[in-house]
């Protein structure tokens, strides 16, 4: 199977998983707006997730794939099962005890999240945040079957699993919360039910697939099995892994809680308007980097321990110049379209015309960074398929203080926008520092022709963009929010258009299209 269908099975279905994200961000929006049960919320869902990035799909993924393709390279089927087990045993006695001291520890971390939420928000988030916190431990056992399902090229169930979560969400915000209401409960506490469920369902939906490859983990219950695991020598390489992996992952992490805090004492509704803004961020950046990261990683980690250094290079060549052809335009529309994307997906209800330019300053904040923020995800497996995640973590720690003095700059001025344009301008720093480092390492040698490629695909991009900036401008997108379904099809009609638009000019300036499909 070619790469570009590899990414394009998992794009397909991490579309579905954000259109799903996007129908429960447009329920919850209309249901509460941008209030202070929404921050309430949005504060609690965000500490499992959070933990979940730092040890789950953050430091344990980065750690565990690579030893897992080198493995099955190298050792064969038989020893990576053992190395899966093991694995799996270990992972499962630290979430008990970690999903245990989060429930315990709720009070303290909604108050380290966000302390600037008054006293009732501060209880509600508490509340959610027990009834969600397993959900860490669904979730970190998922990132251990994907890791799987990729390093075997199975990408189809790790891709369209958290479709499961919107969904369960969704029923719980239709369905549970009038009954909440009814019961004399906040009705938003139904969302924390319906995230909790969704994490049981995609922890389901991983044992048919892995017991299809014949690597279903053996968990070991006891403390005997769990002595054995934890001598497994694959158990420490991946813990010696981790240990940087995870300071790398913190220092994300921890750039988000300071930006959660210091959004918590900010007008109400500042927490929720960063959050609708980063749902429509997340579309480019999953569809493209996420997507092209779950497939580089394994095929990176395979090159290098074959010592096929051409064929390395080669991968990120062609990671790179994806970036370029399908993450510019991306950023060029959230630049300059970002009103009518909002208003067709968020106006409705309780969402008001304030809300929607609120949630459009922060959008355009990301979309100044977009490109770094796809680029990280294409750049960084470079280093972690060569078991160097020292050198991320170093860049990481230095963009994590430049983020914060550019915070001190643009907070006062543009408020919680502010928050977003420092996350997107230290994504682009991130990204420049890692192609700079893969470059002078030797990993990553560029092929002929990017100059040309690189002043093609602006020239499509200008052409795009001049078309949606006249449509933004001339199109009354809050005005038709009595008409949604005209405005909904204006945004197909032009979103369409300027998608052929930009192809077309591409061909035109030679620009062949199905270089991308022949990489193996």
Known sequence: ????????????????????????????????????????????????????????????????????????????????????????????WALLAVCTLGVIGSPLLVWVMASGLPAEGQASAVVMTRLMFPYIGCMSLVALSAGILNSWKRFAVPAVTPVLLNLSVIAAAWGLTPRFAAWGLQPVYALAVGVMIGGVLQLAVQVPALRAIGMLPRLGLGPAALRRAWHHDGVHRILKQMAPALLGVSVAQLSLLVNTQIASHLPSGSVSWLTYADRLMEFPTALLGVAMGVVLLPQLSAAQARGEMERYSSLLDWGLRLVVLLALPCAVALMVFPAPLVSVLYHYGRFSAEDVGQTVTALMGYGAGLMGLVGIKVLAPGFYAKQDIRTPVRIAITVLGLTQLMNVVFVPWLGHAGLALSIGLAALVNATWLLTGLKRRGSYRPEPGWAAFVAKVAAGCAALGAVLAWAAHHIDWIGLRAQPGLRALLLAAVLGGVALLYFGVLRVLGVDLRQFARRQ
Do not use: W, Y
Request: glycine share 4%.
């Open 1 to 92: 199977m070619s790469l570009l269908r590899s990414a394009s099975v998992v794009s397909a279905l991490t579309l579905a998983s954000r259109i799903t994200g996007l129908v429960r961000e447009q329920l919850i929006a209309a249901a509460f707006g941008a209030s202070l049960a929404t921050d309430a919320f949005q504060v609690a869902f965000r500490i499992p997730n959070l933990l979940r990035r730092l040890f789950a799909e953050g430091a344990f993924s980065q750690a565990f794939v690579p030893i897992l393709a080198a493995s099955r390279a190298t050792d064969g089927d038989e020893k990576t099962q053992a190395l899966i087990d093991a694995v799996a045993t270990v992972l499962l």
